[in-house]
């Protein structure tokens, strides 16, 4: 699973048809344009979400984790690129 901030994943979320319904302290909590008892509650905190609370907004949203992972990354040629919400682009090169 990536390393992903909320920043990332609320941008992720919006993409999929999610928008932010209302705010309660540090928590977001987004619904689906499409399917309004779909709830997902999102923390924004400054730094990297927990690999489980990533796994449990991904069940909330209904997403699959491959899906996330495939627009995050993508490959081309012998390189691997992960793109960060700074757009910064770090490759790395398959062994």
């Known amino acids: 699973m990536p390393s992903i901030t ?5 941008k992720f979320l919006k993409s ?9 302290g540090s928590h977001i909590i987004l619904h689906n344009n499409s399917d309004k008892t779909k709830q997902v509650t999102l923390p924004i905190h400054n730094k990297e979400l927990n ?3 990533l796994s ?6 209904g997403i699959d984790k491959k899906e996330l ?3 995050f990354y993508f490959f081309c040629n012998d390189y ?3 793109f960060k919400s700074s757009n910064i682009c770090f490759f790395q090169i398959h062994s």
Not at 56 to 61: D, F, N, P, S, Y
């Open 51 to 53: 690999p489980k609370t």
């Open 16 to 24: 999929k048809g999610f928008y932010i319904s209302r705010q309660s």
């Open 80 to 82: 691997r690129c992960f």
């Open 56 to 61: 449990t907004i991904l069940k909330q949203a």
């Open 6 to 10: 909320p920043k990332d994943i609320l």
């Open 69 to 71: 992972f495939n627009s």
